[in-house]
């Protein structure tokens, strides 16, 4: 891609925005699975099923432990 040189902001506002046709929806699909492969999952999948309230509220401690 070029460089472009403008003489105003006007100017600049004008001209077309150049950009591959179909690149950015590909780029954002990268991009999320990066994010993904980097973040981790903190918690299970799914629905879990707790035997006590006491039980349910420990999990999110006992979840940022390990």
Do not use: W
């Amino acid at each position: 891609m070029a460089v472009e040189k403008y003489h105003s902001v006007e100017e600049m506002n004008a001209a077309p925005i150049r950009a591959r046709s179909g690149d950015g929806f590909e780029r954002f699909v990268r991009h999320c699975a990066r994010i993904r492969k980097l973040a981790g999952r903190k918690f299970v999948r799914g629905v879990v099923k707790f035997r006590s309230f006491d039980e349910a509220q420990e999990t999110p401690a006992r979840i940022s432990r390990d």
